[in-house]
C-alpha cells in the first residue's frame, strides 16, 4: 500500500516538473489584454494611484466579497469548533465525546 | 528550461509540501505540508505575471510611465488565495487541538487505530 | 512569559498596531492595503497574548465579533450604495462625491490621500474585518488549553 502510494507521488511529482519545460519563458506574458486595461484606465475611471488595489476592490469586488465571506466562516468554524466542547465539559464534567 | 527556472522553484515547493502531506504521520508536519503546497501555488501564480525588467503595478513615485509595469491581477488574485489559505490553516489547526486534546497524541496511525 | 518579554511587548505593542493602521491608510496611494494592515495588527495581539497570556492580554472576544460584523456590513453597504450604476460601482471616485474625489494625473504622481472614491472606505472596512478575525482566531486557539486545567 505504501509502496503505491509513492509511486503515484513519483508520478505526479514527474508530471508536474515536467511542465515549465512546455511553458513560455519567464517573464514574457502574451496575453494580457485585460491587464493593459486595467493599467492605461485605473488612474483615469478610478482615481486609485495603486492598481492592485483597484482591481481587488473594484473591478473584481465579487472576489473579495466571496474571500470576506471565506474567512468570516472561517471564524465561526473556529469559534464552533474550539467553543462546543468547553461548554459540554462545563455542564457535564465528563470528557466530550467526537 | 532554464528560462523557466522560477516556475521549477515554485513546483518543487508545492512537491515538498505534497510529500510532507502525505508521508509524513505527525499532524502538524501535515499541517506545515498544506502550507507549504499553497505557498508553491501562490509563488507560481505570482511569477506568472512577471515581466523582464517590470516594476511595481503602483503609480505613486513610479520611476517611469506604465508601459514596464508587471500584471497586476496575478497579484490581486493571489492576494484573495493568500487569505483563503490562512482560513484553512486557522480551521485545520483548530481540528488538530481539538484531536490532540481527545486522543492525546498526534500521530495519525495511532489515532486511526485508538478511533475504534 | 518573563518580565524581558513582557516589557518588549508592551513597547512594541503600539508602534505595531499604528504602523498596521498606517497600512489600511494609505492601501490606496502605497503598496500594502486592507488584508495586510490587519494582519499586522492581528500580528500586535498575537505578540500581547504571547507575552501576557491570553486572559491577561485584555482582549475581548465579544469587542473583535461586533467589530467583524461591522466591518463586513460597511463593505456589502459601501457595495450596494453603487447599485446606482452597478453592484460594486465607485460612486465617489473622480469628483463624483464630498469626500475622496480628487483626480489624480496620468502616469506616476505624488499621491494624494484625498483619492480613489469607496477604495479607501472599503480598505478600512476589509481591514477592521481581518484584524478582529485573525485576532479572535489567535484568542480562541489561545483561550482552548487553559480550560483544561481549571
Known amino acids: 500500500?505504501?509502496?503505491?502510494?509513492?509511486?503515484?507521488?513519483?508520478?505526479?511529482?514527474?508530471?508536474?516538473?515536467?511542465?515549465?519545460?512546455?511553458?513560455?519563458?519567464?517573464?514574457?506574458p502574451r496575453l494580457w489584454e485585460m491587464d493593459r486595461y486595467f493599467?492605461?484606465?485605473?488612474?483615469?475611471?478610478?482615481?486609485?494611484?495603486?492598481?492592485?488595489t483597484a482591481i481587488v476592490f473594484d473591478y473584481r469586488g465579487y472576489d473579495t466579497l466571496g474571500e470576506a465571506t471565506v474567512l468570516f466562516t472561517a471564524v465561526v468554524a473556529v469559534a464552533a469548533i474550539l467553543r462546543r466542547l468547553k461548554e459540554k465539559e462545563i455542564e457535564g464534567g465528563e470528557p466530550p465525546h467526537v | 528550461m532554464i528560462a523557466n527556472f522560477p516556475y521549477v522553484v515554485a513546483i518543487l515547493l508545492m512537491i515538498f509540501g505534497l510529500?510532507?502531506?502525505?508521508?509524513?504521520?505527525?499532524?502538524?508536519?501535515?499541517?506545515?505540508?498544506?502550507?507549504?503546497?499553497?505557498?508553491?501555488v501562490n509563488l507560481f501564480l505570482v511569477s506568472l505575471g512577471y515581466r523582464r525588467g517590470g516594476i511595481a503595478p503602483i503609480?505613486?513615485?513610479?520611476?517611469?510611465?506604465?508601459?514596464?509595469?508587471?500584471?497586476?491581477?496575478?497579484?490581486?488574485?493571489?492576494?484573495?488565495?493568500?487569505?483563503?489559505?490562512?482560513?484553512?490553516?486557522?480551521?485545520?489547526?483548530?481540528?488538530?487541538?481539538?484531536?490532540?486534546?481527545?486522543?492525546?497524541?498526534?500521530?495519525?496511525?495511532?489515532?486511526?487505530?485508538?478511533?475504534? | 512569559?518573563?518580565?524581558?518579554?513582557?516589557?518588549?511587548?508592551?513597547?512594541?505593542?503600539?508602534?505595531?498596531?499604528?504602523?498596521?493602521?498606517?497600512?489600511?491608510?494609505h492601501g490606496h496611494i502605497t503598496p500594502g492595503g486592507g488584508f495586510q494592515g490587519g494582519a499586522v495588527v492581528a500580528s500586535g495581539f498575537a505578540l500581547l497574548i504571547v507575552a501576557y497570556g491570553a486572559k491577561g492580554a485584555g482582549l475581548k472576544e465579544r469587542l473583535f465579533s461586533v467589530v467583524e460584523s461591522g466591518g463586513a456590513l460597511i463593505f456589502v453597504g459601501l457595495a450596494f450604495l453603487g447599485l446606482g450604476a452597478t453592484f460594486f460601482y465607485n460612486f465617489l471616485a473622480a469628483g463624483g462625491g464630498v469626500i475622496f474625489n480628487e483626480f489624480?494625473?496620468?502616469?506616476?504622481?505624488?499621491?494624494?490621500?484625498?483619492?480613489?472614491?469607496?477604495?479607501?472606505?472599503?480598505?478600512?472596512?476589509?481591514?477592521?474585518?481581518?484584524?478582529?478575525?485573525?485576532?479572535?482566531?489567535?484568542?480562541?486557539?489561545?483561550?482552548?488549553?487553559?480550560?483544561?486545567?481549571?
Not at chain 1, 493599467?39 to 492592485?52: P, R
Request: aromatic content about 8%; proline content about 6%.
Open chain 3, 1 to 25: 512569559m518573563s518580565k524581558l518579554v513582557r516589557t518588549i511587548g508592551w513597547l512594541l505593542y503600539g508602534p505595531i498596531i499604528i504602523f498596521g493602521f498606517y497600512i489600511i491608510m
Open chain 2, 19 to 40: 510529500y510532507a502531506a502525505l508521508f509524513r504521520r505527525n499532524l502538524i508536519k501535515i499541517a506545515i505540508g498544506i502550507t507549504l503546497m499553497e505557498s508553491g
Open chain 2, 59 to 116: 503609480y505613486t513615485l513610479a520611476p517611469e510611465a506604465g508601459e514596464r509595469m508587471v500584471l497586476p491581477t496575478p497579484q490581486a488574485l493571489t492576494l484573495t488565495s493568500i487569505v483563503i489559505g490562512l482560513a484553512t490553516t486557522a480551521v485545520l489547526l483548530a481540528l488538530i487541538v481539538v484531536i490532540y486534546r481527545h486522543y492525546g497524541t498526534l500521530d495519525a496511525d495511532k489515532i486511526n487505530k485508538l478511533r475504534g
Open chain 3, 104 to 150: 489624480v494625473p496620468q502616469g506616476p504622481n505624488p499621491g494624494d490621500l484625498n483619492t480613489a472614491g469607496t477604495l479607501p472606505l472599503m480598505n478600512w472596512a476589509v481591514g477592521l474585518k481581518v484584524l478582529a478575525g485573525l485576532g479572535s482566531i489567535v484568542l480562541l486557539l489561545a483561550l482552548f488549553p487553559q480550560e483544561e486545567g481549571e
Open chain 1, 1 to 28: 500500500m505504501r509502496i503505491i502510494g509513492f509511486v503515484a507521488f513519483l508520478v505526479i511529482a514527474a508530471f508536474l516538473l515536467v511542465v515549465p519545460a512546455g511553458m513560455r519563458p519567464f517573464g514574457e
Open chain 1, 39 to 52: 493599467l492605461e484606465h485605473a488612474q483615469e475611471e478610478l482615481a486609485a494611484n495603486n492598481v492592485c
